[in-house]
């Protein structure tokens, strides 16, 4: 199939064109022709496998059927996403295909001045990307008129559920029609989730797409057992003399992020943070510098990185492995994008030995471990096929590729297999990475 064939307006196909798409993904070729259909969709997808555009493409075609209003009109889309950078990149979807249109979208998120955003919604647009903060902000002020909504999107919503911000959701589309089209996408269905889709959408359409216990097909994935105070002289190695030319690296906390920077920095490789604690203008500016290659290396939390997508990203270091598996995956899901080849490196201390079981129990490979290095250790027998896991250690012996390794235990869909998480609830996550 191509775009030509899913029966899109003209001036719609003209921007697919422009940006060089050319084959619809499967989750595009799934979905698109529900939504054009006007049927409710119930997405289980990850990042990374096109689903912006498997949304965006049939509501601008809808809007732009339905007429573009001149001068000063209320929002008829609205999407909801959990992070700044994720609405930022949804924002630009909508404008870049929605460019032969005459269909304005305002992008509104937090941290940064609302003047703007504020003078852009008087102005009158039809799509209003945002995170839910800002949009209840704006609601309090009487600042957005929501009357007229008659598409809705919750994007990474389980996402949102971990941020603590289920409670504003509700309460927004409590102010929406009930006759609308809503699409909910997520990476995992939880029960609060399944729960929340059950309530907002009618008769959807179930599409599922490269579950979240699946990791990209095309990332090569590795772990160095190291000890927790070797981690910065392994990773300045590696970027100096291991072929890690530039990456992104996942710190567990800010604290740590800004750390991991100075130390990066101090053994002259240039790198910059992004996390809760930095003004949107400074976490935009290091993305730029990074994309444009004035950085070697990006330093994230997974609340700031969530969203983030970088154009052929060689490499993904997970400094410190995440508290909950499926994260891991959408870590390792930053690179390998489109096709491309990626490399997923890990650290693992002897504190984190749990977690990394946890990630191999979810994703049901063992991940190979690198043992060449002066600073790698071996993970002692106890650390894998423990705790009812069949997973014995391996040996790097070259690519490890995840398409033929399947997660039979848990069912993505039906909100029954997510495994527990670890430790704290991710409400500590709220509205701060």
Known sequence: MIFSEL?????????????????????????IP????????????????????????????????????????????????PTRELAAQVGASFNSLGKFTGIKTAIIFGGVGQGPQAAALRNGVDVVVTTPGRLIDLMNQRLVDLRQINTLVLDEADHMLDMGFIHDVKRIISKIPGERHTMLFSATMPK????????????????????????????????????????????????????IKTGLVFSRTKHGADKICRMLNAAGIQSDAIHGNKSQSARKQALDSFKRGKLRVLVATDIAARGIDI?????VVNYDLPDVPETYVHRIGRTGRAGRQGTAVSFCDVSERSLLR????????????????????????????????????????????????????????????????????????????
């Open 34 to 81: 529900h939504l054009l259909a006007g049927k409710d969709v119930l997405g289980c997808a990850q990042t990374g496998t096109g689903k912006t555009a498997a949304f965006a493409l049939p509501i601008i075609h809808r809007l732009y059927e339905q007429g573009v209003p001149r001068g000063r009109r209320a929002p008829r889309a609205l999407i909801l996403a």
């Open 358 to 433: 946890d990630i191999e129990r979810l994703i049901s490979i063992s991940i190979p471990i690198e043992s060449d290095h002066p600073l790698a250790g071996t993970a002692p027998s106890e650390s894998r096929g423990s705790s009812g896991s069949s997973f014995a250690p391996r040996r790097r012996s070259g690519d490890n590729r995840s398409s033929a390794h399947r997660s039979s235990g848990h069912d993505r869909r039906n909100g029954g297999g997510r495994p527990q998480r670890r430790g704290k609830t991710q409400d500590r996550y709220k509205k701060s990475a």
């Open 311 to 315: 154009h052929a990203l060689p490499h």
């Open 192 to 243: 609060e989730i399944a729960s929340l889709a059950a309530a907002v959408l009618k008769n959807p359409v179930n599409i599922a797409v490269a579950a979240v216990s699946s990791p990209v097909e095309t990332v090569t994935q590795s772990v160095y057992h190291v000890d927790k105070a070797k981690k910065g002289i392994l990773l300045v190695d590696l970027l100096k003399n291991g072929g």
């Open 7 to 31: 029966n899109l307006a003209e001036p719609v196909l003209r921007a697919v064109t422009v940006e060089k798409y050319t084959t619809p993904s499967p989750i595009q070729e799934q979905t």
